[in-house]
């Protein structure tokens, strides 16, 4: 399973960092992104975010990914098989 945050949509609530905190990550600016293993999906750290920032989901952690996506206030995780 993959995953994406539509920056735009995010309102920097935290839950998704708070259900999956190995796959979510709020910044500085306030916004979650994605991160896979140590690498975060955001522009300020030097890679794609948005569409094109994709993480790949750690095994185990679909359910709670899943979660999270139903549970975003902005609805702004994606999820792709």
């Not at 190995?22 to 030097?46: H, N």
């Not at 975010?49 to 702004?76: F, K, L, M, R, W």
């Amino acid at each position: 399973m993959k995953v994406w945050i539509d920056q735009d949509l995010c309102t920097g609530d935290g839950l998704c960092e708070e259900i999956a905190p190995d796959v979510f990550v709020l910044l500085d600016d306030g916004l979650a992104y994605v991160r896979d293993g140590e690498t975060i999906y955001a522009a300020e750290k030097g890679n794609a975010e948005g569409g094109d920032g994709v993480a790949t989901v750690p095994s185990g952690q679909e359910d709670i990914t899943i979660e999270s996506a139903e549970e975003c206030p902005g609805e702004c995780i994606f999820l792709e098989p």
